[in-house]
């Protein structure tokens, strides 16, 4: 069989990779194929309680959507959980933001969406470099409303109670608005919980906080039809802190001086990457876009000139 011919060979990183998401779609939310199937694959949670990166919604271990929730859920409960936070470390610096390109579940959603055959657009340089920093902002923000609540938790009990309470939601999962796979496969679901309780629509209208914030993912979403990775490039906490990261990593992209000819005679790669990394502006020996390549390697897969290669160390 003539691979060439089914085009198979070209694109065989974004074959692999969407099989690698699928997987990983499943084992992160399992619970998604319990309710379409109506079966019990609870026994999975002794598998997913050895791997904290990737946690189910429903993993005691998680008690939110991933590993950097449960990070900033424990420092709200006066714990720091240094294991955790050293284990992040340690899979980024080894392995990028391969996790964001590959393995996270709303990395896939919307790839699903940029998939649509729809002509993409790109945001204006100046104004994408600014949207950039939005995600910094949020996770500043964060840390200066938990850590007060994580350091009186045991100084000050009273102070904490009233604290806590009164940040409601952000005490409890200090991510549940601004992490859209928190809000997706928990906060979401415990409100649809809510409403078939209650039999009522209350628990969307009451709020009009959280009201605004499903349209604006709603929209965020459909959104990504013609930003590819929109919520990745300018909201995601987990983007921010791994990008912040992931500058310094053992793995890297690099660009052949001797087989790259430069933007004006191709300039392919940057039009193919989906966060509109100025992949020809970085240097040669190796290149992270400021830490913001998700390691998808559609550069690579799309590179005429076979320039691009994967570097180590």
Excluded at 4 to 24: E, F, G, P, W, Y
């Amino acid at each position: 069989m003539d691979l060439k011919k089914l085009n198979v060979r070209d694109h065989l990183i974004t074959i692999v990779r969407r099989i690698v998401q699928i997987i990983a779609f499943v084992l992160v939310n399992y619970i998604i194929l319990e309710l379409i199937f109506s079966i019990n694959l609870i026994g999975l949670e002794s598998i997913l309680k050895i791997l904290p990166i990737l946690n189910s919604p429903r993993n005691p271990l998680s008690n939110g959507a991933g590993i950097l929730e449960f990070i900033f859920f424990s420092i709200t409960e006066g714990i720091i959980p240094v294991f955790l936070i050293g284990i992040l470390i340690i899979i980024i610096i080894f392995t990028a933001r391969f996790f964001c390109g590959w393995i996270c579940p709303i990395g896939t959603i919307q790839d699903v969406c940029a998939a649509i055959p729809t002509k993409k657009r790109i945001i204006k340089p100046s104004r994408h470099k600014s949207l950039l920093k939005i995600k910094y902002v949020i996770v500043i923000f964060i840390v200066i409303l938990i850590i007060p609540l994580g350091t009186t938790a045991i100084a000050n009990p009273a102070f904490y109670l009233d604290y806590r309470n009164n940040l409601g939601d952000l005490g409890n999962k200090p991510l549940s608005y601004f992490s859209l796979s928190e809000y997706i496969f928990v906060f979401f679901p415990d409100m649809v919980r809510e409403i078939f309780q209650t039999n009522t629509l209350d628990p969307i209208f009451s709020n009009l906080l959280v009201f605004f914030i499903s349209i604006f993912y709603l929209i965020l979403i459909i959104a990504s039809v013609w930003y590819p990775r929109i919520y990745c490039r300018y909201i995601c906490p987990f983007a921010a802190v791994s990008s912040a990261i992931s500058e310094y990593s053992f793995l890297k992209l690099s660009r052949s001086p001797v087989r790259c000819v430069g933007r004006t005679d191709c300039g392919i790669c940057e039009k193919e990457c989906p966060k509109q990394i100025r992949i020809l502006d970085e240097p040669y020996e190796f290149f992270t876009g400021k830490g913001e390549c998700n390691f998808c390697l559609k550069c690579k897969e799309k590179c005429p000139y076979d320039a691009i290669n994967i570097k180590i160390g």
